[in-house]
């Protein structure tokens, strides 16, 4: 009936925080994409911390950088 969302805090490669507490109804596996500020994330790892509260966290990389080392 309902569908659960989680709570997803999303990291760049070097782990600095690119958004915090974004709610999504699904978590995307690894090698995914994410499409948000007007650009597409490529999933590189994904985090559960198992605690009180379930933390999720995806490590993600920029498109760009992928498609520029392919060209180069």
């Given at each position: 009936?309902?569908?659960?969302?989680?709570?997803?805090?999303?990291?760049?490669?070097?782990?600095?925080?690119?958004?915090?507490?974004?709610?999504?109804?699904?978590?995307?596996?690894?090698?995914?994409?994410?499409?948000?500020?007007?650009?597409?994330?490529n999933v590189i790892n994904v985090i559960h911390?198992?605690?009180?509260?379930?933390?999720?966290?995806?490590?993600?990389?920029?498109?760009?950088?992928i498609l520029e080392k392919k060209v180069l």
């Open positions: 009936m309902f569908k659960r969302k989680y709570s997803v805090s999303i990291l760049n490669e070097n782990w600095e925080m690119i958004k915090d507490s974004v709610k999504l109804t699904f978590i995307p596996r690894a090698n995914e994409l994410l499409y948000f500020n007007e650009s597409y994330y911390c198992l605690s009180d509260k379930q933390g999720i966290f995806l490590i993600v990389k920029p498109m760009e950088k």
